[in-house]
């Protein structure tokens, strides 16, 4: 009897933690080899959508969708098992008309959110979208507080200056690393990383040693920066972490097309699935302001650790 018993509560034990290990990426089978459009109709629409990421506790998704010339982030949460409606979110204040809030990157009790965006106080109603997109942007943090994501603020001048700052990711221990072309005895954009120090302060920045001679730049890294992610906006290439050195980048394989630029590149929150997006700029323009499609791609993160 107890035998049976104790069976039967093994079984239910079993059964509930593959329940609760399952996920669900908005009803979509799961690609493998072959990158798939994430969620079509759902994220990827007709619009220009970039940079999809998820919180740690895979409790809620994030991404940047171009409405009305802004880059607008874009949230759904899941609820009992279910994703909620998915709806923008308000980093600003109410009389900012034309915004820019992209690249989200989310610490990992998922109450602070990182991203890119451009200094309010350099829009008016006027602002073309081009115009808007040769603003030096810089990185801004918005806290979530009650279950709401609240209006976002710079982060204080050691990370966010008067120079170009971009693609910001957040570790596990709270540390960023991002790109910036602020002076240095190493001239152009280079990497920084930011130590984490608490109480929403970082210890001065620091460049981070490039992973080969070619300087390439880094736009993702693991949470716990075993592996980091560079591209050129023509290709992806991963490093990884021996010893404290970045080894030798190895091209992703991926079926790259001309005339798309490819960059934004995560993880899944479990690590199984490989995130990207790309765009495609009209072959006369340059920029933002030429860009026609944008979609974000998911494939299995075999492509990327199979190069190890």
């Known amino acids: 009897m107890y035998k049976i018993v104790s069976i039967i509560l093994i079984s239910g034990l079993l059964t509930s933690c593959s329940i609760k290990k399952s996920v669900s990426y908005f ?8 990158p798939k459009l994430f969620a079509p109709s759902i994220v990827n629409t007709e619009s220009i959508e970039l ?3 998820f919180n740690h506790d895979y409790t809620e998704m994030f991404f940047s969708r171009i409405v009305n010339n802004s880059f607008v982030i874009h949230h759904s949460e899941r609820i009992d098992g279910e994703w909620s409606a998915i709806k923008p979110l308000k980093m600003y204040p109410d009389n900012v008309l034309f915004s820019v809030a992209c690249d989200p990157t989310i610490t990992k009790d998922g109450k602070t959110m990182y991203f890119l965006g451009v200094d309010p106080k350099h829009y008016n109603n006027d602002i073309t979208r081009q115009e808007l997109y040769a603003i030096p942007p810089d990185i801004y943090r918005s806290k979530k507080v009650n279950g709401k994501w609240q209006l976002a603020s710079k982060v204080d001048f050691s990370v966010s200056t008067e120079s170009y700052e971009t693609y910001p990711v957040v570790t596990a221990d709270g540390s960023l690393y991002f790109r910036s072309n602020r002076p240095s005895n190493k001239r152009g954009m280079n990497t920084y990383r930011a130590q984490y120090i608490g109480n929403g302060a970082f210890e001065t920045p620091k460049i981070v040693e490039p992973t080969s001679e070619k300087n390439e730049l880094i736009v993702y890294v693991s949470p716990n920066e075993a592996y980091a992610i560079t591209n050129d906006q023509s290709k992806f290439q991963i490093t990884f972490n021996e010893n404290g050195k970045w080894t030798k980048p190895k091209e992703i394989p991926l079926d790259y097309e001309k005339n798309w630029k490819y ?12 995130i990207y997006s790309r765009r495609y700029n009209h072959p006369e323009k340059k920029g933002w302001a030429g860009v026609e499609k944008g979609e974000v791609y998911w494939v299995s993160a075999e492509v990327l650790f199979d190069l190890k």
């Open 27 to 34: 009803d979509q089978e799961p690609p493998i080899t072959i």
């Open 263 to 274: 960059y934004c590149p995560y993880m899944s929150s479990g690590g199984k699935y490989f």
């Open 51 to 53: 940079n999809i990421v």
